[in-house]
């Protein structure tokens, strides 16, 4: 059964972004829980800020999951990524993501891979970049398994990065490199910019497919943009995803009209 989730932050320097919730875990665990979701998805600035014992007893409290932890905290606070011309910043950038996957692992959730990959700039040629980008996901993704949960990697739009933009590239790419454990983050406003066809994509990528961005064209909730929901619903179900439908949306009109909207466009093409 696919399933919901909606993000919240905790990291200050992500203000402005694509994030629903912003006042807290115990404010967004209760009003994910009041409008349905199964889980929320949580941006933290790194894995020491989350208090573990505190995260349990809310999720159990309002019968919620941990979807996924993202790890951008580590670019936005440190300026670290995975293709950083400097070994130093390049093991520090995996050793933040390192800590997220045991964060996560703890909640069976997966951690996410998106702006810490960086790109190819200055002396890092693009093969260079993605050499150094193959041997992190096969390493991170090693460490992943032991938690029996998948790593998530995220291709992002030409304008964030210029190792891998186009989802079946990024699939190719794990496959041609052969990195186990490691699935895709397809997240709709990216590949709105970068696929001829959102559902022809998800339905190519298949098995890959591990958690999708539930965001509309205009990076605000499903239904305020002109994505075609339908199409994406019917190709998730056809390749047999059980995910998460994951609103990181910016959150307007407001966090709670933009989550509202979330959970009712997904229950409109998934009832319960």
């Given at each position: 059964m696919i399933k919901s989730a909606i993000t919240v932050s905790l990291v200050a320097q992500a203000k402005g972004g694509p994030f629903v919730y912003w006042d807290g875990l115990a404010s967004a665990a209760a009003s994910a829980a009041k409008l349905g979701f199964d889980a929320i998805e949580i941006f933290a600035p790194s894995a020491a800020s989350i208090d573990r014992p505190m995260l349990h007893a809310l999720l159990k409290q309002h019968s919620l999951s941990a979807a996924a932890f993202g790890t951008g905290g580590g670019w936005l606070v440190h300026k670290w990524h995975l293709t950083h011309a400097d070994p130093a910043i390049r093991s520090q950038a995996r050793e933040f993501i390192r800590a997220i996957i045991d964060l996560g692992g703890e909640f069976r959730a997966p951690a996410i891979i998106g702006s810490m990959q960086g790109k190819a700039e200055g002396e890092v040629t693009r093969e260079q970049a993605m050499t150094w980008l193959a041997e992190a996901l096969a390493d991170l993704g090693a460490h992943a398994a032991q938690y029996g949960v998948p790593l998530l990697y995220e291709p992002l739009n030409r304008y964030e990065t210029n190792l891998l933009n186009r989802q079946l590239d990024a699939a190719r790419f794990l496959e041609s490199r052969q990195i186990p454990n490691v699935k895709l983050l397809?997240?709709?406003?990216?590949?709105?910019?970068?696929?001829?066809?959102?559902?022809a994509t998800l339905r190519a990528c298949g098995p890959h497919v591990g958690h999708v961005h539930f965001a509309d064209s205009n990076r605000q909730a499903m239904g305020f943009g002109h994505t075609d929901t339908t199409?994406?619903?019917?190709?998730?179900?056809?390749?047999?995803f059980t995910g998460y439908l994951s609103g990181e949306i910016l959150p307007l009109p407001d966090s709670d009209a933009a989550a509202a909207q979330t959970i009712?466009?997904?229950r409109t093409h998934l009832p319960r």
């Open positions: 397809c997240d709709l406003f990216h590949m709105n910019i970068e696929e001829v066809s959102n559902a199409s994406v619903i019917e190709a998730l179900k056809a390749i047999g009712n466009a997904i």
